[in-house]
């Protein structure tokens, strides 16, 4: 059987395929590294053993020298194997390496040496630029030159070389060349020139600094300055429009914002059904000439704003118009905005006062690039205007008439004005129908109209006629910046306008905070407040320059005022040394208030010193430079003091709260000093009688029940007001139904970013400080000078025992301060403990027998 053998063909090796090119560069790439890695990895080495040597040479140089000098050379002594041991830490190498860079070079400060190789093998093996190599040579050649001579200078008997023969050849040739006074000069010279290269310093703010302060005491035994007759009047002086730039660049007459022609929606119903021209529709033609006007307005602002911008050189132009972001392919865009700040000096309040000039003073130079809000801020609610309903008016006129008629009222005259948010009808009743019959049937006749919240006002002071208010089916909201735009606005001459809203017919109501003088703002929950307080504060933004108006700020809910933080630099007023503006802390609300007391004190006296009667008269006598800065006078701003829920501040610290509330109250209106109180609680413990007293004018939202409308405002009607911004003001004899102008929270934050983007004070404006009655910085007491009344108040705290202040005030009939100094008084002379809180103070004596022997151990 034949066997067939199948040979299996051996297939040839197959070379292995060619490396790619960028496998190639990938493997020089990595056998580079290696490299570096190595050659880093010894220079650490190098340098280690270099410094571990020189150290040990301090110590050994000695002993190893005499055995390098026996050797025939230092090459010998090295290489030599039989040479008797060395004592330095790197062996005989390690003792010639440090004899030639310590003795025959540069001393102690060869050990840079060491150090710089070390660390540029660091730098090898991070893979950095071999560029510090060079770096690290000129430092350690300067190093070397500057250390060495100095210290063979420094210690010319020292036994051991620390200079080096590097610094004993320069020190013997400098001391021949110069002396040694000199060479310590030239040393000295040459140490100073490198501290300030090597560290950037600068003595020239530090010149500057002894210049102004020689500058300063000059002036202060110089002649006095000389202060001007004024040649301009105070109403020159008025403050800038809002949207206006400051009246140093532009007239205000000519910087107005256009004015909004006020329109009036009346409609007089005669016999029956309206006639179709009696009703005008709000908002048209009004509108769009206020929008003409306002672009225009707008442009010329712009085109100001570019031509500042393109002053301020390539930069600022570069803010105005940013490059657009340079998207490429799916990459996502990326895009990045280097802000420049402009080196800017620091301003305080005041700061450029010290001007020597003939002009009247002008506060508003202080920060003289500050530029007021524009309205484009503001949203457009033009569009929300209501469409009046015709068939609405019809159907109310005829159920009222029908309404009155069942009770026996018969009517001559009926008209519409159509509001904001109510239509107002008002009723001229047929002869011999008394107005007390109406008032009387007054809740019949709601509840026949069925309407939510209908008011009757009967009669409507001075008109003689009988008002039925009927809220609309459709709503308007009233828009902030038709208010802020308005010629009513732009154009007065009120200390601080407020645009509050809208009357019912639908004129703007802009009053003037410094002649209400203070404004209590109440409701319940959620009716509209914070808008009302934001729109108070958005007008005086709007208004008034930085250097004219400061507030003070306590929010207590720690969410309602945050966002005017950004201002605290421009509007915002604290206490020294506090961090923030905003108060939100019981305690602290208490040390403002009364250092609020103390800044009105501050202010009264400056008043009388000047002969004014307040702030206006002596504002006017500063500008116009008739006061003298430097016996304290200065230009007063208003602050205006906003308080949103006071009632938790009067739960939490009642008393301490509420006098110096109504001190401020009663007195801060001359000195420009002004109070917005808001809450929502218009309980009777809350607005007291005290509050209410000094509060003529007083806001009122809706409220739940009749009796918090008449807390607030002593009379109904706050309850049947429909929320959402309707409100009633009283304010002087009148009761007005207002409906508030709407500003929404996105806009107050588009306006005081305006602001605080802006160039402002170096801090915020510093209130007087005041110390604690808790004892912290404890006032000193002068026991020797006590009060007249210190006995009887002692007498009355222990026959009570209890040491309050406010007891004290009310018995004996005292003002707040006084009380206070005599509570301190007993404190100090041990009758009563330290104030904890708001509660009394403990008493120490119980008995009047024990008082009577301590007071009179007192004398
Ligand atoms: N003038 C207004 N015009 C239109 N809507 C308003 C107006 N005022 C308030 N509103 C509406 O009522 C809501 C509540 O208003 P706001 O926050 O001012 O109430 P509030 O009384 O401050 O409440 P709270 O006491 O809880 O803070 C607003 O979000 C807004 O929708």
Redesign the pocket.
């Known amino acids: 059987m034949a066997t067939t053998t199948t040979k299996t063909k051996k297939a040839p090796p197959v070379p292995p395929p060619p490396p790619k090119p960028d496998e190639l560069a990938q493997t020089a790439l990595e056998r580079r590294r290696q490299v570096r890695l190595g050659v880093g990895i010894f220079l650490i080495l190098a340098g280690v053993f270099m410094c571990f040597s020189i150290i040990s040479y301090f110590f050994s140089w000695m002993s190893d020298q005499d055995k390098l000098f026996g050797s025939s050379s230092m090459w010998s002594f090295v290489w030599d194997g039989t040479a008797q041991p060395v004592a330095n830490w790197g062996g005989r190498f390690g003792a010639a390496v440090s004899h030639i860079l310590v003795y025959k070079g540069a001393g102690i400060a060869s050990l840079v040496v060491g150090m710089a190789i070390a660390a540029l093998g660091l730098h090898v093996v991070y893979d950095s630029k071999v560029l510090p190599a060079l770096r690290y040579i000129r430092w350690v050649s300067i190093l070397l030159l500057l250390v060495a001579p100095t210290l063979t200078y420094l210690f010319p008997h020292s036994s051991f070389p620390l200079g080096g023969r590097l610094g004993s050849g320069a020190i013997t040739y400098l001391n021949g060349f110069l002396g040694t006074a000199g060479t310590g000069m030239v040393l000295l010279a040459t140490i100073l020139f490198f501290v300030f290269v090597i560290f950037s310093l600068d003595i020239r703010p530090f010149m500057d600094r002894m210049r102004a302060r020689a500058a300063a005491m000059a002036a202060s035994v110089g002649p006095a300055p000389v202060f001007n007759e004024p040649e301009q009047t105070a109403e020159e002086a008025e403050p800038v429009p809002a949207g206006a730039e400051p009246a140093a660049t532009m007239p205000v007459a000519e910087a107005a914002a256009p004015s909004v022609e006020e329109k009036q929606w009346e409609i007089t119903l005669h016999e029956g059904a309206p006639e179709e021209n009696d009703i005008q529709e709000p908002g048209e033609e009004p509108q769009e000439e206020e929008n003409e006007e306002y672009l225009a307005y707008q442009k010329y602002l712009e085109e100001k704003e570019t031509a500042a911008l393109a002053a301020r050189g390539p930069m600022a132009e570069a803010e105005l118009e940013p490059e657009p972001a340079v998207g490429n392919g799916d990459e996502p865009e990326f895009s990045f905005e280097v802000i420049q700040q402009e080196e800017q000096p620091a301003i305080t309040h005041g700061s450029h006062i010290s001007i020597a000039s003939n002009e009247p003073y002008a506060p508003e130079l202080d920060l003289p690039d500050y530029r007021f809000p524009t309205l484009d801020l503001m949203e457009d609610r033009a569009t929300e205007a209501i469409s009046l309903d015709k068939e609405e008016l019809e159907k109310n006129k005829t159920q009222i008439i029908q309404t009155l008629r069942s009770f026996g009222i018969e009517i001559q005259r009926i008209s519409a004005t159509v509001g904001p948010t109510v239509t107002l009808y008002e009723i001229v009743p047929a002869e011999g129908v008394r107005i007390s019959k109406i008032r009387n049937l007054e809740d019949d006749i709601a509840l026949n109209l069925s309407a939510l919240g209908i008011r009757i006002i009967a009669p409507i002071p001075g008109r003689g006629t009988i008002g039925i208010e009927v809220p609309n089916t459709n ?1 308007q ?2 828009s902030m910046r038709t208010l802020l735009g308005s010629d009513k606005f732009v154009n007065n001459k009120m200390s601080l306008p407020i645009a509050l ?1 809208k009357k019912i017919d639908n004129e703007n109501y802009i009053v003037d905070l410094a002649a209400m003088p203070h404004l209590l703002m109440a ?13 108070i504060l958005v007008s005086l933004l709007y208004k008034k320059h930085p250097s004219q108006l400061k507030f003070v700020m306590v929010d207590p ?1 720690k969410v ?1 005022l945050s966002i005017y933080r950004v201002i605290e630099k421009h509007f915002l007023a604290k206490l020294p040394n506090e961090e923030e503006a905003i108060i939100t802390d019981t305690k602290k609300v208490i040390n403002t208030l009364n250092a609020l007391c103390i800044e009105m004190d501050n202010r009264y006296e400056l008043l009388k010193e000047a002969g004014t009667r307040n702030i206006k008269e002596y504002n006017e006598k500063f500008i116009s430079r008739k006061l003298n800065p430097e016996r304290g006078h200065k230009y007063l701003p208003f602050i205006v003091l906003v308080v ?2 006071f009632a938790d501040l009067i739960m939490t610290a009642g008393k301490e709260v509420e006098m110096p509330i109504a001190r401020l109250a009663q007195l801060a209106r001359a000195i420009g000093i002004h109070l917005i109180i ?1 809450t ?1 609680r218009p309980s009777v413990n809350v607005i007291t009688g005290t509050i209410k007293a000094n509060f003529p004018a007083r806001i009122a ?1 809706k409220v739940s029940a009749k009796v918090d409308s008449r807390t607030i405002l002593d009379t109904g009607g706050a309850e049947q007001l429909i ?5 009633l003001i009283s304010y002087g004899s009148e009761l007005l139904r207002l ?6 929270t996105p806009e107050v934050e588009d306006v005081v970013n305006f602001i605080g983007r802006q160039r402002g004070y170096l801090s915020a404006f510093e209130l007087p400080e005041y110390e604690g009655e808790d004892g912290e910085g404890a006032k000193e007491v002068d026991l020797s000078n006590r009060d007249k009344l210190f006995e009887d108040c002692a007498r009355l705290v222990v026959q009570m025992q209890s040491g309050s202040t406010s007891n004290l005030q009310r018995r004996l009939n005292l003002g707040y301060n006084r009380a206070g100094r005599i509570m301190d008084q007993l404190e100090a002379a041990g009758i009563v403990g330290p104030a904890v809180g708001s509660k009394p103070r403990e008493v120490y004596f119980k008995t009047e027998a024990e008082l009577e022997g301590f007071l009179q151990s007192l004398d």
């Open positions: 709503k909201i009233v809203g409701g319940a929950t959620g009716q509209g407040k914070s808008v009302g307080i934001n729109a809910k309602e949103d829920e808001a929502q939202f929320g959402r911004g309707d409100m409906q508030c102008a709407f500003v929404d």
